[in-house]
């Protein structure tokens, strides 16, 4: 029996169907690669999450009725002459009339004696008062006595003070060319009060207890103005 012999094999790449082959699987990897960048291309960024949240605003709290306005400078005061000493501020001896109490003994000299129990009123008196004057137990302690500071305000704070006292509870009204304004209570300790006299930028402030002699604000009103 005789053999035919092979034909010889032709190279796969000289093959039509291997070119038609390739030909379509690059065709639908280009169809693939185009639909895909055309959806990414119609969105946008992300945007970037911020790193901090905005700061709320809010108006400042405004001082509190009981808390005037600190102050250690006295700034420019009206031109009326503040006496520099106890002596200058009343027309008389007023010792007779204050039950034997005693202008500034030694030991008051260190104490924080003020002409007012209120606290918003010694914060201002603390950068204002130029003068004190304490009538007091001569050996120290008691609960009678009266106390008046002299203090020389600009006219804002005069104004400030006017418009503060109302609101801690003074009774004010206009009287010697000023305003006075007043409160007085009874306790079982036994009555106490306080008088702050205002006027061209000069504060009368004065603290009593068990003590009020007539006319002594009126007095120092006299010695100052005249």
């Known amino acids: 029996m005789t053999e035919t012999p092979n034909e010889p094999t032709t190279p796969l790449t000289r093959r039509p169907v291997f070119w038609l082959i390739v030909g379509a699987v690059l065709l639908g990897i280009a169809v693939v690669v185009v639909v895909v960048l055309g959806m990414s291309g119609g969105r946008s960024p992300e945007p970037s999450p911020t ?127 000023g305003t006075r304004c007043v409160i007085e209570e009874t306790t079982d300790a036994g009555e106490w009060g306080e008088s702050h006299f205002l006027r061209e930028g000069v504060w009368i402030a004065t603290r009593w207890a068990n003590v009020s002699p007539e006319g002594y604000t009126h007095d120092i009103v006299a010695a100052i103005f005249g």
């Open 51 to 177: 790193t901090s949240a905005p700061t709320p605003t809010s108006e400042a709290p405004s001082t509190p009725p009981s808390e005037p306005p600190a102050t250690s400078d006295p700034g420019t005061p009206s031109a009326v002459v503040i006496p520099t000493d106890c002596a200058g501020i009343y027309t008389r001896d007023w010792a007779p009339e204050l039950g034997g109490l005693v202008l500034n003994p030694a030991w008051s000299e260190d104490e924080p004696l003020w002409g007012s129990n209120d606290r918003g009123a010694i914060t201002m008196l603390e950068g204002t008062a130029e003068l004190r004057c304490a009538w007091v137990q001569e050996a120290g302690g008691g609960d009678v006595g009266i106390i008046t500071n002299v203090a020389g305000l600009t006219p804002e704070q005069q104004d400030s003070m006017a418009e503060y006292f109302p609101g801690a509870g003074f009774t004010c009204y206009e009287e010697l060319e």
